[in-house]
């Protein structure tokens, strides 16, 4: 074959998209989710190292919101169009003295954890959606941060959790932080990975809706039953939201990597921030020298995700597994990816009523993807104070 016929060959096979690489199927039907954010609240953590280490002197504790989506899904069009509701995370009740116990505990002895909390359901009503409308609440995982008080909605509003989640309620799991009014009068629906065939970024999948417009997929390692979800959100231009859930709590365990570097590359005056406030006593790249942080030589992730007794990891192994997935959508250019607390997001994120589905096209990822590394973003722990 001549010189001339091969080039455009190799082309043509180079051109598969990023998304399409990852293993996103292409989609049949067309069918986007829209995707609406709200921050329930600012909770503030145990402490930064139950999270990820290195911690440094001065950043021992960490304020973070709560990420809850209204996810909205269009079937027909014209007149006869209907809308389907659905919420993935609902946050933390706003009444945590009446949740399980040792969770009602915790919050009294730290009364200042929660900062004037909104109930989730408040925000849609708020908003003008009707709870009755409300097709399945998905949890993304048990925990209290993120499974709400299912009791506000009515019962027809159903339930959908990871397969693997431990439902046994409080005390007779003592380690439950549910109950069971987080059940009663709801259908549960529960996802089975160890059936599905579909692998997704060699994550195991489920197509939710069989028409291609949201994938879950089964991100364990903080907890049993982890699940993470993929929205299709435009076909034009491709491009996806990840609500990544707690497969990790801060940014810095996600980025940089050397395909996110490539990808988005760091503007000039992140990396000026960086080597002038990075600490080198904590952080180590090649291209560093005399105190100076270099960034375009760092070839891993700020942070590692805390392996340590009383950490959040109940797998930590399994959780970095997890991770390591999560950070190839992040440097994928079609995946906007939302870890459920990532502060470097606040204020510069669309909240509800605003959607997410235009975020490629609004460059909103170049604009917030190196936030994190900015001293004055609440994300920004890489510096003693
Ligand atoms: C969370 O904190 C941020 C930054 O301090 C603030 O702008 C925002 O209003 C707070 N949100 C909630 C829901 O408390
Ligand atoms: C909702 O379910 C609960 C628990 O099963 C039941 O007690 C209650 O009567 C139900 N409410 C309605 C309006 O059906
Ligand atoms: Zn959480």
Not at 71 to 100: C, F, H, M
Not at 276 to 290: E, I, N, P, Y
Not at 329 to 351: E, K, N, R
Request: charged share 15%.
């Amino acid at each position: 074959m001549s010189r001339t016929l091969l080039l455009p060959l190799l082309f043509a096979g180079a051109s598969l998209a990023s998304w399409q690489s990852l293993g996103i199927p292409t989609s049949r039907t067309g069918a986007t989710l829209s995707v609406k954010a709200f921050n329930i609240g600012n909770l503030t953590i145990g402490g930064t190292a139950t999270v990820v280490h290195p911690v440094l002197p001065g950043r021992e504790t960490t304020t973070v919101p709560m990420f809850g989506f209204l996810l909205e899904r269009t079937i027909g069009t014209g007149p006869s169009a209907k809308t389907y509701q659905y919420v993935w995370d609902l946050g933390i009740r706003k009444d945590p003295e009446n949740a399980v116990p040792p969770v009602a505990e915790l919050f009294k002895a730290f009364p200042g954890a929660l900062d004037e909390p909104k109930d989730i359901t408040e925000l849609l009503v708020a908003g003008g959606v009707k709870l009755e409308s409300i097709e399945q609440v998905f949890w993304s995982h048990a925990h209290l941060d993120h499974i709400g008080d299912m009791s506000k909605f009515p019962n027809s509003t159903g339930l959908v959790i990871g397969a693997a989640t431990n439902t046994t309620p409080y005390p007779a799991n003592p380690a439950s932080q549910l109950q069971p009014s987080d059940f009663a009068g709801h259908t549960l629906s529960k996802v089975d990975f160890t059936t599905s065939k579909l692998l997704i970024n060699n994550l195991r999948a489920v197509d939710y809706f069989n028409d291609g417009s949201f994938y879950l997929l089964d991100t364990p390692g903080h907890i049993a039953g982890h699940m993470t979800g993929l929205a299709r959100v435009s076909t034009s231009p491709p491009s996806f939201v990840l609500l990544a859930g707690d497969t990790a709590h801060q940014i810095g365990a996600v980025r940089p990597r050397p395909l996110l570097q490539k990808h988005f590359p760091c503007p000039a005056h992140v990396l000026a921030d960086a080597r002038a406030h990075v600490s080198t006593d904590f952080f180590w790249s090649s291209g560093s020298k005399l105190g100076q942080f270099d960034l375009l030589t760092r070839s891993e992730q700020m942070l590692d995700l805390a392996d340590v007794p009383g950490g959040l990891y109940a797998d930590q192994p399994t959780a970095v597994v997890s991770l390591d997935k999560v950070a190839l959508f992040d440097a994928d250019p079609d995946v906007f990816v939302v870890i459920a607390h990532d502060v470097s997001l606040l204020g510069a994120m669309p909240v509800f009523p605003q959607t997410l589905n235009g975020w490629k096209k609004g460059g909103l990822k170049e604009r917030t993807v190196w936030r994190f590394l900015q001293p004055d973003n609440p994300a920004f722990i890489f510096s003693p104070v």
